[in-house]
């Protein structure tokens, strides 16, 4: 039997859920637990088994025959861990945005091509059963040619540090509403998600330029009155051309006066799709409108992101699902969503 692969997990708030992907993966050992709160730190390294219980990242590094970390932080760490972390020769996995800027991400994929180590981006929505079945239609040319798609993620009342618990695993923390420790705001925290989602079912088209628009109108008396600095986006839309004359739109919100959204709808010539529910809508048969809803099967609904992380460092060859250099065309989509809101006019990706 090959070697237990070993893995260390930074951080617990979505971190958690990482390191109970990695133990229930065959062959797996969760060698370290990090995070600058010893309490939740012990408590979930407790609970998961790790060998060790760590509150600085800096003594990650001396954790032996350690072979990956998986970075689930405030996104203004994420490249300078994950860029250590792929110098001293280890495989990374890191949560979402990649990071606060589009040239981190740069420097991100650079390291891992010159020390040959996977890096990968955790791009959870593409992992959802229902996600994997309708990217596979794609894939076989069942929807003809893509031509236009669209994905809006409105919550109602989800600001995060408003509306979160502060224990939680989600919006905990008042980093998230400042743009130089989070990158941005609905844009970076789910926007990248409803893109990326979007993008992905329309199979990875080249994205070629954006006009976008951002607004923060709902919130700001109530940050004031708490007296934390909140300066990034609270709604984010835009629409995004790509090569050939596709085109996509999408919009985010953390708040807005308009019920709970989330959908993405993938038009194509010889059919169309939704997420949720998973439906597809094909051509007319036997003079009626189709629609079929899409069979998930058993292996779509047992990969995890952090089980397919680990299957593709043992298999080097392994096709990524979110790679590093894939998920860099997303942060280029949201780095020019950003330049086009505040220039007021369509702006080129920067790829």
């Not at 001396?62 to 110098?87: D, F, G, K, Q």
């Not at 600095?229 to 596709?246: C, K, M, N």
Request: aromatic share 8%; net charge negative.
């Amino acid at each position: 039997m090959e070697r237990p692969l070993r893995v260390a997990v930074i951080g617990t708030g979505m971190g958690r859920y990482h390191m109970k992907e990695f133990v229930e993966s065959p062959n797996v050992k969760l060698a370290a637990v990090c995070d600058l709160n010893r309490e939740e730190a012990v408590y979930f390294g407790r609970e998961y088994g790790a060998e060790r219980i760590l509150t600085d990242v800096e003594e990650l590094w001396e954790v032996p025959n350690l072979n990956a970390i998986s970075i689930a932080v405030p996104n203004y760490l994420h490249a300078p861990i994950a860029i250590e972390a792929l110098r001293r020769g280890l495989h990374v996995l890191c949560e979402k945005p990649m990071a606060t800027t589009l040239q981190e991400a740069k420097e991100m994929v650079a390291t891992a091509n010159e020390q040959n180590k996977r890096l990968m981006i955790g791009m959870s929505q593409r992992f959802k059963p229902e996600s994997l079945a309708l990217r596979g239609m794609v894939e076989r040319g069942e929807l003809g040619e893509v031509y236009y798609a669209r994905g809006t993620w409105i919550r109602r009342r989800g600001v995060p540090v408003i509306h979160f618990s502060s224990g939680g695993s989600m919006g905990r923390g008042s980093w998230f509403v400042d743009k130089d420790k989070a990158g941005g705001g609905a844009l970076f925290d789910i926007g990248v998600h409803m893109f990326d989602l979007t993008w992905w079912l329309m199979g990875n088209p080249r994205p070629v330029s954006v006009s976008a628009s951002s607004y923060r109108n709902l919130w700001n008396k109530e940050f004031e009155r708490r007296g934390v600095p909140y300066d990034v986006d609270e709604l984010s839309s835009a629409l995004v051309r790509f090569e050939d004359g596709v085109t996509a739109f999408f919009d985010v919100s953390w708040a807005a006066n308009q019920d709970n959204e989330i959908n993405v709808r993938v038009f194509g010539t010889e059919a169309g799709l939704q997420v949720y529910p998973p439906v597809v809508y094909s051509e007319p048969r036997w003079g009626e409108l189709h629609s079929d809803k899409v069979e998930i099967k058993e292996i779509e609904a047992g990969l995890t992101p952090r089980r397919h992380f680990v299957d593709c460092i043992r298999d080097p060859e392994k096709h990524m699902i979110a790679s590093g250099q894939e998920c860099l065309n997303v942060m280029a989509v949201l780095d020019a969503v950003q330049r086009s809101a505040v220039s007021g006019r369509e702006v080129e990706v920067d790829l």
